[in-house]
């Protein structure tokens, strides 16, 4: 096996290095040799060499779909790349119960939902509903939490206000759809709403979605983001880690405000 330059790490197809990349895009033509040819310029416009249009087909009236490999020069530095990600200790729900009822000592409530236009709760199902997915089930059948699940298309003063009136410990988001950075949009509209109202610091925020990254999540101030791929007991072992984190620091800040108040005496 060739040994990886990660200074230099470059996209694999057939072999170790090769710079082969597979893409696909759509434009508003019909299918045709110049259509074909069109797409092909693009390609190369983009800086790729050794452009092929494996597959072109009609996707409705005057648009294409195209499906092209390619090659390039262009490398990253893989050793100077930086992307936050969780590192959460693996524990199954049995254990993460037990723990939050030990250092908690009451269930962890939260309230989810989808805002905005968004009418897919295919994710936010799959993390609060009983069920799951995968074999790994979901947040309301934990002891160690209490879910409340408001569903789609849900303004998001009411999915502030009913966190406020549930005393929640967290707010849940999730955003499926994303076309034209919407998703961006109700992540920031719903950070804007609670600053207004004195209260982004009173619950543990945490979004999910196709689109979503944790190092998106933090730039917008959530505590954390999931992507596709992530389970319930992963969300379920961030929310255990970060209650416990934020119980053990309010007694410490109420001794360091006591203190001060102390010595301006």
């Known amino acids: 096996m060739a040994e990886i330059d990660l200074k230099n790490l470059l996209p694999y197809g057939d072999t170790t290095q090769d710079g082969a990349v597979q893409l696909s895009f759509t434009l508003p033509v019909e299918p045709s040799a110049k259509a074909r040819e069109a797409a092909t310029h ?4 983009w800086g790729f ?4 249009i494996a ?3 009609k996707i409705g009236i005057g648009y294409s779909f195209f499906v092209v490999m390619a090659r390039t020069e262009k490398s990253v530095d893989f050793t100077k790349v930086e992307a936050p990600q969780l590192d959460l200790e693996k524990r199954d729900y049995k254990e993460i119960d037990k723990k939050i009822l030990q ?7 939260i309230v989810g939902a989808c805002t905005g236009f968004d009418a897919h709760t295919v994710g936010l199902d799959a993390i609060l509903n009983m069920k799951g997915f995968d074999g790994d089930i979901g947040l309301e059948r934990y002891k160690g939490f209490r879910v409340v699940n408001m569903g789609s298309q849900v303004p998001t003063e009411e999915l502030i206000d009913r966190a406020v ?3 929640a410990d967290a707010i849940l988001l999730s955003k499926v759809v994303s076309q034209k950075d919407i998703h961006i949009y109700d992540m920031r509209d719903l950070m804007s709403q609670l600053k207004k109202r004195g209260l982004e610091k009173k619950f543990i925020l945490v979004v999910g979605g196709p689109r979503v990254t944790h190092k998106l999540a933090l730039e917008l101030g959530y505590d954390a983001g999931f992507t596709i791929g992530s389970r319930p007991s992963d969300v379920a072992n961030f929310l255990y880690e970060k209650m416990v984190e934020k119980l053990d620091r309010t007694p410490k800040e109420k001794k ?3 203190a001060r108040g102390k010595k301006q005496k």
Request: hydrophobic share 30%.
């Open 103 to 109: 250092e908690v000592k009451r269930p962890i409530r």
């Open 42 to 45: 693009i390609a190369r416009n």
């Open 165 to 167: 009136k549930e005393n």
């Open 49 to 52: 060499f050794d452009v092929k």
């Open 55 to 57: 597959h072109m087909s």
């Open 256 to 258: 360091e405000t006591k």
